[in-house]
């Protein structure tokens, strides 16, 4: 057995050397593994990565090709490709079992496919990604009907300040999530494409709008919308919104002319008006039984964004 040292998991050791010809009897499949590093470490450093993280020869070739790929997740065909490559007998189920146990490979809810754990990481550790199981879906599903939306694709694009505390997820409808993404799931059908952003695909801005007026309810962080909303409204285009609101009803039109108003859209706003009948009903921004603010132009009343 050997045990990949990353520097990372070198830093965590207060003695090191420089390298020294006469030290590389210590172990030559060390020296392999960290492809022939700079330094070489005192026997008690090889010893205690050893309980962490041991390696067996026969696996090593695998762990070295996934060290230069770093994928995020493992598949068994990554594997069965990386077999081939490196002429070895193993089978992908003998390689994936081996490589969760040493912790090289960590299990996920979807089958057949695991998070990968680089030395890097110095231990048996996941990155914390609330997004794994959505890539693992994604490996074997690419065209699954999914995208990263409302406060999430927010967040993900660069326009709010707080994190969501649960990742929300959107897929059309007809299409069932399974309950092993462990994310908030909402049925929206868009019709601008996804933007592929960390290997996701995420919603745009003019996308986000319209599905938070269409169903303001799933929408989070109603009360940071000056957070959030004007700047997810300044970088949008009036014809993106144009062909996003085609078809909606006159409530999702009303409410959307009505937050472009609000972040200081007029333009687009104006645009929206033009779509909309001379006779508006009344819609409701939030509970129907708080009427906090009314909107006179798009007769709506608005009890979920903050006061100005």
Same mark, same amino acid.
């Given at each position: 057995?050997?045990?990949?040292?990353?520097?990372?998991?070198?830093?965590?050791?207060?003695?090191?050397?420089?390298?020294?010809?006469?030290?590389?009897?210590?172990?030559?499949?060390?020296?392999?593994?960290?492809?022939?590093?700079?330094?070489?470490?005192?026997?008690?450093?090889?010893?205690?990565?050893?309980?962490?993280?041991?390696?067996?020869?026969?696996?090593?070739?695998?762990?070295?090709?996934?060290?230069?790929?770093?994928?995020?997740?493992?598949?068994?065909?990554?594997?069965?490709?990386?077999?081939?490559?490196?002429?070895?007998?193993?089978?992908?189920?003998?390689?994936?079992?081996?490589?969760?146990?040493?912790?090289?490979?960590?299990?996920?809810?979807?089958?057949?496919?695991?998070?990968?754990?680089?030395?890097?990481?110095?231990?048996?550790?996941?990155?914390?990604?609330?997004?794994?199981?959505?890539?693992?879906?994604?490996?074997?599903?690419?065209?699954?009907?999914?995208?990263?939306?409302?406060?999430?694709?927010?967040?993900?694009?660069?326009?709010?300040?707080?994190?969501?505390?649960?990742?929300?997820?959107?897929?059309?409808?007809?299409?069932?999530?399974?309950?092993?993404?462990?994310?908030?799931?909402?049925?929206?059908?868009?019709?601008?494409?996804?933007?592929?952003?960390?290997?996701?695909?995420?919603?745009?801005?003019?996308?986000?709008?319209?599905?938070?007026?269409? %169903?303001? /309810?799933?929408?989070?962080? @109603?009360?940071?919308? &000056? #957070?959030?909303?004007? *700047?997810?409204?300044?970088? $949008?285009?009036?014809?993106?919104?144009?062909?996003?609101?085609?078809?909606?009803?006159?409530?999702?039109?009303? %409410?959307? /002319?009505?937050?472009?108003? @609000?972040?200081?859209? &007029? #333009?687009?706003?104006? *645009?929206?008006?033009?779509? $909309?009948?001379?006779?508006?009903?009344?819609?409701?921004?939030?509970?129907?039984?708080?009427?906090?603010?009314?909107?006179?132009?798009?007769?709506?009343?608005?009890?979920?964004?903050?006061?100005?």
């Amino acid at each position: 057995m050997i045990s990949a040292i990353s520097m990372s998991e070198v830093h965590s050791f207060s003695r090191w050397r420089q390298s020294d010809p006469s030290t590389r009897h210590i172990d030559q499949d060390l020296v392999h593994i960290c492809s022939q590093t700079d330094f070489t470490y005192y026997c008690d450093v090889i010893r205690a990565q050893r309980k962490t993280r041991p390696l067996p020869k026969s696996l090593a070739a695998v762990v070295e090709e996934l060290e230069l790929r770093q994928p995020t997740v493992v598949t068994r065909s990554l594997l069965g490709e990386i077999a081939a490559s490196s002429d070895l007998r193993l089978t992908e189920d003998t390689m994936a079992e081996r490589l969760v146990r040493y912790g090289w490979l960590l299990p996920l809810r979807q089958r057949d496919a695991w998070e990968f754990a680089p030395a890097a990481r110095a231990g048996r550790y996941p990155a914390g990604d609330p997004w794994i199981e959505l890539r693992a879906l994604l490996e074997h599903k690419p065209d699954a009907p999914v995208a990263v939306a409302f406060e999430s694709a927010v967040w993900e694009l660069g326009h709010a300040t707080h994190q969501p505390t649960q990742p929300v997820l959107a897929h059309r409808r007809g299409w069932r999530p399974p309950q092993s993404l462990g994310v908030r799931t909402a049925t929206f059908d868009w019709y601008l494409p996804t933007r592929l952003l960390k290997g996701l695909p995420v919603w745009g801005e003019a996308t986000i709008v319209t599905a938070a007026a269409e %169903r303001p /309810g799933v929408q989070g962080n @109603w009360a940071n919308a &000056d #957070d959030w909303l004007p *700047e997810t409204f300044r970088v $949008l285009t009036p014809n993106d919104v144009l062909t996003e609101t085609a078809n909606r009803n006159v409530s999702t039109l009303a %409410r959307l /002319g009505y937050l472009a108003e @609000w972040s200081g859209r &007029d #333009d687009v706003a104006d *645009e929206i008006e033009v779509l $909309l009948p001379s006779r508006l009903p009344v819609t409701f921004l939030g509970p129907r039984d708080r009427r906090d603010r009314w909107s006179r132009r798009w007769r709506v009343y608005d009890s979920i964004l903050p006061t100005r």
